[in-house]
């Protein structure tokens, strides 16, 4: 199975500061097939970004991803009060799918 | 908007079965080619994809819990189910129920929290 190994494991920022969150799989995968979730306490995950790069309806446009291959990044661009919460990548690339350990994103 | 909501014991036994129930509404679980999914979250962890299920019945399940996990559908009522032998302890988590598109899991339900214990 593909590993997804997510960086850092907590990110201590401040309101309108910028957050850059890492994902690495242990093999390739299709850019079609990786996908970034945002879940608060108490909640279920939220879908933010699939194919790597498009936004889910709905989520505003300081979310974004890139990424290729092995190496994939999602990047918040201005932080809001309601944006700190763990963040999930998720790859279909190849069965199972599988799941990122998570970013923990707290305010510093 | 697809709503999904899961129903089913909070508290199992161990070594017995463990069995939701997922209720779609807001549309029709044989619209469109989308994958019924269960997904568990052990408390303060990451999320685990059990497995999915075609309206058709067609089924994919996580190698790592195949030999215990059973997905069916009914589409009649415009729900599926999870039915996961053999419990312990281990099993204890939060079951989302899901919708998976093309890649990614677009709607989630609330995810129903149960514990295995005598």
């Known amino acids: 199975e593909i590993v997804l190994t997510q960086s850092p494991g907590t990110l201590s920022l401040s309101p309108g500061e910028r957050a850059t969150f890492s994902c690495r799989a242990s093999?390739?995968?299709?850019?079609?097939?990786l996908a970034w979730y945002q879940q608060k306490p108490g909640q279920a995950p939220r879908l933010l970004i699939y194919?790597?790069?498009s936004r889910a309806t709905g989520i505003p446009d300081r979310f974004s991803g890139s990424g290729s291959g092995t190496d994939f990044s999602f990047t918040i661009s201005r932080l809001e009060p309601e944006d700190f919460a763990v963040y999930y990548c998720?790859?279909?690339?190849?069965?199972?799918?599988?799941f990122g350990q998570g970013t923990r994103l707290e305010i510093k | 908007q697809v709503q999904l909501q899961e129903s089913g014991p909070g508290l199992v036994k161990p070594s017995q079965t463990l069995s939701l129930t997922c209720t779609v509404s807001?549309?029709?679980?044989?619209?469109?080619?989308?994958?019924w999914t269960w997904i568990r979250q052990h408390p303060g962890k990451g999320l685990e994809w059990i497995g999915y299920?075609?309206?058709?019945?067609?089924?994919y399940y996580n190698p790592s819990l195949e030999s215990r996990v059973t997905i069916s559908v009914d589409t009649s009522n415009n729900q599926f189910s999870l039915d996961l032998n053999s419990v312990t302890a281990a099993d204890t988590a939060v079951y989302y129920c899901a919708r998976y598109d093309s890649g990614s899991i677009d709607y989630w339900g609330q995810g129903t929290l149960v514990t295995v214990s005598s």
């Open positions: 299920i075609y309206h058709s019945g067609t089924t």
């Open positions: 194919g790597a790069s």
């Open positions: 998720q790859q279909d690339g190849s069965s199972p799918i599988t």
């Open positions: 093999q390739s995968v299709s850019s079609s097939y």
């Open positions: 807001g549309g029709s679980i044989t619209s469109g080619n989308y994958y």
